[in-house]
């Protein structure tokens, strides 16, 4: 018996190796070539946006091909992690939107991440960053996760400008970003932070639609955008409109659906001080701003960038309106427009009703930017 037990061992442990290997194999940066660029592409373009280029671009950092092209590079170099395995685009993928189709996203030692990773939607008009707000300028977001001790594990910053120093093909890239061709936090701060600029949304359904007093939505969506500001309510947080500006298709601008302020030049930006409970949970375990308070999310490309919320909790659409139609629950920090007769609201919506403001979400979905070549893995 034993002669025929050794060698059945001795296979079951090669295989054990064998896959052991394999798993360490993956790990191993497979990607170490030179980005391959293309200079003719322009990134640099008037916005829907009433005309308005980027509204958070400090004068310091003003937009350039050159920048954005370094600060793609450095978007999907996985040096820029302790172990040169994950980059930013390790979860905000292209495909999904900017955002990644987890709940939460897969550190570079293996760790979740504590949220859900947000979707990079028209960042250049947003004035708060991350699901609590907690950072108002992008040049210095873009470094959190660099140094975060899940995300990305650079806690010595430092020594990732020496790292990207070592990297041949970076000289001539920051030289012609910055005119110096040695890599400074600054710099890659800057680049990233026009990269992240650069990713817009802004040419979906409803943005052509703007344009053609809705013409060509179809007859569900039109009932879906009636719901989504009556009925319904999301309007009351997620704006089309400024509060203040009578609905009509003159009125209507591109926005990011985000409760916002009008400014003089006319466009609609992310809220930076106000926080939201929508009642997910009787006792919030993730308290974001404080109170289970978290900023209201742009409504922007949701056809690619599921699952939803803070923590990544629902996978569907549906799931999202079923919990805004009765899921809602009570406790004592829940905001004000989702309570009727002092309990959380039930919207009593049909279930075509909710196909329909589905439908009219999904016309927010600007799909051209999961083809775009601008944006695209330039080591690929
Ligand atoms: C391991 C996953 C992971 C990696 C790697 C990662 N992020 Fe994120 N990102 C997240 C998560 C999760 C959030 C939300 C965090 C929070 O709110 O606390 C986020 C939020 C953001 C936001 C805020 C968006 C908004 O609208 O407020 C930006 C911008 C961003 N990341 C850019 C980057 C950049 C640039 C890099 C690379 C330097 C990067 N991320 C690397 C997971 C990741
Ligand atoms: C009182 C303000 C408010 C109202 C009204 C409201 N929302 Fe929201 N919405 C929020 C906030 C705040 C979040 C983020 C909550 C979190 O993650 O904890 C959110 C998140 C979402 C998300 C997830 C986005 C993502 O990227 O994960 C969707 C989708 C959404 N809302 C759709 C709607 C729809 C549809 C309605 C109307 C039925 C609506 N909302 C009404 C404030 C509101």
Not at 110 to 124: A, C, D, H, L, V
Not at 226 to 238: I, Y
Not at 324 to 352: A, C, F, M, V
Request: glycine share 6%.
């Amino acid at each position: 018996m034993r002669i025929y037990i050794l060698p059945i061992l001795i296979g079951f442990g090669l295989i054990f190796i064998f896959n052991f290997c394999k798993k360490e194999e993956t790990n191993i940066p497979i990607d170490f070539k030179s980005p391959i660029l293309d200079p003719s592409l322009n990134y640099i373009h008037t916005s829907r946006f009433q005309g308005q280029v980027n509204p958070n671009e400090p004068l310091d950092n003003v937009l350039t091909n050159a920048k954005i092209a370094l600060g793609r590079v450095l978007f999907y170099d996985p040096r820029l992690s302790k172990t040169s395995t994950v980059s930013c685009a390790s979860c905000h993928k292209q495909n999904f939107g900017f955002a990644d189709n987890l709940p939460k996203s897969i550190g570079f030692n293996g760790q979740p991440t504590k949220r859900n990773s947000m979707p990079i939607i028209n960042e250049r008009f947003n004035f708060s960053f991350f699901w609590d707000a907690r950072t108002r300028k992008l040049e210095e977001q873009v470094l959190m996760p660099v140094a975060d001790h899940i995300e990305m594990g650079m806690e010595d910053l430092d020594k990732l400008e020496a790292k990207l120093e070592a990297v041949n093909f970076y000289e001539p890239l920051f030289y012609k970003a910055f005119g110096y061709s040695k890599p400074t936090l600054d710099h890659i701060g800057k680049a990233l932070a026009q990269f992240i600029r650069a990713i817009p949304s802004e040419n979906s359904k409803f943005d052509q639609a703007i344009g053609l007093g809705f013409s060509n939505f179809n007859a569900q969506e039109v009932f879906g955008m009636t719901l989504f500001r009556e009925k319904a309510n999301c309007n009351s947080c997620h704006n089309i409109i400024h509060p203040l500006v009578n609905f009509s298709e003159t009125t209507l601008l591109t926005t990011n659906f985000v409760n916002g302020n009008m400014t003089g030049s006319g466009y609609v930006s992310s809220t930076t001080s106000e926080g939201v409970n929508i009642g997910l949970d009787k006792a919030s375990s993730d308290l974001g701003m404080g109170n289970g308070k978290f900023k209201i999310p742009s409504l922007r490309n949701l056809d690619l960038t599921a699952p939803y919320m803070h923590d990544g909790r629902f996978a569907t659409l549906m799931e999202v309106i079923d919990h805004y139609d009765s899921g809602i629950q009570n406790n004592e920090h829940l905001d004000d427009r989702l309570i009727t007769n002092n309990k959380p609201q039930k919207l009593k919506l049909l279930p075509h009703e909710k196909e329909a403001l589905i439908a009219f979400l999904k016309t927010l979905t600007d799909y051209s930017i999961v083809q775009d070549k601008k944006f695209r893995n330039p080591f690929n």
